[in-house]
């Protein structure tokens, strides 16, 4: 007899932060395990997914990430939010504002219901551009443990990074198991 292959579970995960601060990169990096050798800047919504084993079973991982323009959000955003089950938001180390962001980006998940109920994490992104560094670790860390995020910085470039940006991503799956 011939028996369908066991249905993976999924696991969807969004990724939201301002444009610029590496959402592709990062989600790249970790489906393809690389730094992408050039990136377009996403229009509407982009999807990757990888498949992961945790405890012997397969999980599809989806990593979605969406654009920053706000005429394809409004279409695309009830789609985007829907059947979510963990958030991870990001921001540039280097750029103070886009961590300024955050609280808004925040307030767009509560508002789709997805507030403390759901895994979220934070990470601080472009780690490898040490000299540039606006957000500190200490002000990014007050700001996760304020709303019971854990914190993670990492580049999605720096090739040493490699385990660390998987660490993330396992870090949510697991949470989700
Ligand atoms: P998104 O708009 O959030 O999806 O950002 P992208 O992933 O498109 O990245 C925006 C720009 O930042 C691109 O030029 C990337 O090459 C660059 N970038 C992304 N991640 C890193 C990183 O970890 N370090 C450095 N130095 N540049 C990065
Ligand atoms: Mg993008």
């Not at 959402?23 to 509407?44: H, M, Q, S, V, W």
């Not at 540039?132 to 720096?158: C, I, R, W, Y």
Request: hydrophobic share 35%; net charge neutral; with cysteine.
């Amino acid at each position: 007899t011939c028996l369908p292959p066991p249905r993976s579970r999924i696991f969807k995960i969004i990724v939201i932060g301002d444009s610029g601060v590496g959402k592709t990169c990062l989600t790249y990096r970790f489906c393809a395990g690389k730094f992408p050798d050039k990136t377009e800047a996403t229009i509407g919504v982009d999807f990757r997914e990888k498949v992961i084993e945790i405890d012997g079973e397969k999980i599809k991982v989806q990593l979605w990430d969406t654009a920053g323009q706000e005429r394809f959000r409004k279409s695309m955003v009830q789609h985007y939010y829907r059947n979510v089950h963990a958030v991870v938001f990001v921001y540039d180390v280097t750029n103070a504002a886009s961590f300024r962001s955050l609280p808004a980006w925040i307030e767009e998940c509560r508002q789709h219901s997805l507030g403390q109920e759901v895994p979220r994490i934070l990470v601080g992104n472009k780690c490898d551009l040490r000299d540039a560094v606006q957000v500190g670790t200490d002000p990014a860390q007050k700001f996760a443990d304020s709303h019971s995020m854990p914190l993670f910085e990492t580049s999605a470039k720096n090739p040493d990074d490699n385990d660390h940006v998987e660490a993330i991503f396992m870090t949510v799956a697991h949470k989700l198991k």
